[in-house]
């Protein structure tokens, strides 16, 4: 395949000249994940500078590592992009606050990059897929990849800060490792929420009363905190952020709920303790490490319950969505089914050949309208009609020559009669009869004269009609006028007067053939 650049430098015009100059995609996806590092480098920056700085005294419950939050997030979602993240913001973090020398700084950043290069590896591992919300096993595969990336960047780390190799109570080894967890805890529920899926329904939760409500009770609850009004709110964090969390977790999707629980640790966490209070454990002062890791636990808790009802939730949706989905199939099935039904009772009521009634479905009429116009006392007009000689007809033209005949015949007759209430059907053979409703006999022998009119006028060859050169028609013409009752007639007497009908009407037609043919008989 030829060069682009070069085909456009043969080529020499403008839109070429451009087409050169545009980056392919790949170049394009280079250049977006650099600004997407440049970008995340400078908020680990923010948020190691807030997480150094933000507390307001030093007596502060519990020390939380927000830009680890940031990192581990972003190795879920974009992988080993994310692992130059941790060294750049540490190296400007530290650029504005001198807390490490350049030595101590790049070892530090290394130690968090290593860490989020464990995350990149081990969560998509430990994880169905990068969702964090979509079962408990996710979320334990994140968090356990969590804890090893705030091992590791620990250990890395203690190569350059002394403090760091004391795992004791005494040490800063274990609170930093917590530290570090808990910012993973606190920070990457949110981000992941809003980064993926799950914050489809974040605009219409935040405009619910009860989500503003839960906002307002997070900010009583820091305040109560940190005036000391109720001293086991003071003592213990974790008091305060489980009831408020577990609310948020049972009422809202992550990207609602997540956000809330996560500024309620950072304000819990960070907000001073007036009284220097510490709860007594083997009569010594309860190390800040513990107080980290229960409000780990406690945010643990809650995620944990988020998860569950945001799995509640979306098992709920599809299985709604799959009801409607099984309703609308059983009523397009059940549409089907009724057109199908439908055009099987047309089949099964219609001439194959012809295309109008047969001969069951006109018995069918016919009872039918004898009953109706019983009960109303109106009267019932039948004809009898008969190609003359179709025999000689087929053995002259032959047969699909006759096929055809009968189809432009009856064609003609059911132009000629009321749409609803008349009907015409193919009585057998080349026989075919008609039924009038409301006629007397000598309005329907007018009608059958005009039957053998609109035969006559298809002018269709016939040699071997004597009657004449073109196909004609025989007519018996039968008329009943019947009386008005209250009650239906008995079913005997119905078929023994639709018989006698029938019969005047067959018998007219062989008085019609007898006479000459071409003709209508009524009488």
């Known amino acids: ?88 913001g540490t190296l400007l ?42 079962s408990i096993g996710n979320l334990f595969g994140f968090l356990a990849a969590a804890t090893v990336c705030a091992l590791a960047s620990t250990l890395i780390a203690s190569l350059v800060l002394s403090e760091l190799r004391n795992w004791t109570q005494d040490g800063q080894a274990l609170s ?45 609850m820091g305040v109560i905190v940190h005036l000391g009004m109720v001293e086991v709110f003071s003592l213990r964090p974790a008091t305060g952020i489980l009831p408020l969390s577990l609310w948020a977790g049972f009422r809202f999707s992550p990207a609602a709920a997540t ?68 309703e609308r199939t059983v009523v397009e099935r059940t549409e089907q089914l009724e057109a199908a039904n439908a055009q099987l009772q047309r089949l099964s009521d219609t001439d194959g050949l012809t295309g109008i009634t047969n001969r069951r479905r006109f018995d069918v009429l016919l009872r039918e309208r004898w009953r109706t116009a019983t009960r109303a006392g109106s009267s019932l007009a039948v004809a009898m009609l008969d190609i003359d ?7 002259h033209y032959g047969h699909q020559a006759g096929d055809r005949c009968l189809q432009q015949v009856a064609a003609a007759l059911a132009a000629e009669i009321r749409q609803g209430s008349d009907c015409v059907a193919r009585y057998g053979g080349e026989e075919f009869v008609v039924l009038w409703c409301g006629l007397t006999l000598d309005q329907a022998s007018a009608m059958a004269e005009r039957l ?40 005997e007497e119905v078929e023994s007067e639709i018989a006698a009908l029938l019969q005047q009407a067959d018998a007219r037609l062989y008085a019609a053939k007898t006479a000459g043919r071409n003709r209508v008989v009524s009488g």
């Not at 643990?300 to 799995?311: F, G, R």
């Open 176 to 220: 930093w490792w917590a530290g570090n967890l808990a910012g993973t805890v606190v920070m990457a529920p949110p981000l992941l929420s809003w980064m993926g899926r799950n914050c489809g329904t974040r605009l219409r939760e935040l405009r619910r009363l009860e989500f503003w409500l839960l906002l307002l009770a997070s900010v009583a």
């Open 259 to 326: 956000p809330i629980t996560a500024g309620l640790a950072i304000w819990m966490a960070g907000l001073g303790n007036p009284s220097d209070q510490r709860l007594q454990v083997d009569n010594s002062v309860q190390a800040l490490e513990l107080l980290e890791i229960t409000v780990i636990i406690t945010l643990i808790t809650s995620l944990m319950v988020l998860v569950v009802n945001a799995n509640r939730t979306r098992t709920n949706r599809q299985l709604q969505q799959l009801a409607g989905s099984l």
């Open 93 to 134: 973090s530290n650029l504005g606050r001198q807390s490490y020398d350049l030595q101590q700084a790049v070892v530090v950043g290394l130690g968090h990059s290593c860490g989020t290069a464990l995350v990149a590896v081990l969560a998509p591992r430990w994880m169905r897929g990068r969702d964090l919300f979509a």
């Open 452 to 491: 053998l009119q609109r035969v006559t006028a298809l002018a269709l060859p016939h040699a071997s009609n004597p009657s004449g050169p073109i196909v004609s028609l025989s007519i018996g013409v039968a008329a009943r006028q019947l009386q008005g009752q209250a009650t239906a007639p008995l079913i």
């Open 389 to 395: 000689h179709f025999k000689a007809y087929n053995d």
């Open 1 to 88: 395949m030829p060069n682009r650049r070069s085909a456009g430098s043969t080529v020499g015009g403008p839109a070429d000249a451009k087409a050169c100059n545009r980056p392919d995609g790949q170049e394009q996806r280079l250049g977006s994940r650099a600004r997407l590092v440049l970008s995340c480098s400078c908020a680990y920056m923010i948020l190691a500078i807030v997480s150094s700085h933000g507390w307001p005294d030093e007596h502060a419950m519990a020390d939380i590592w927000l830009p680890s939050g940031l990192s581990d997030a972003l190795a879920l979602r974009v992988g080993y992009w994310a692992v130059p993240v941790p060294l750049l």
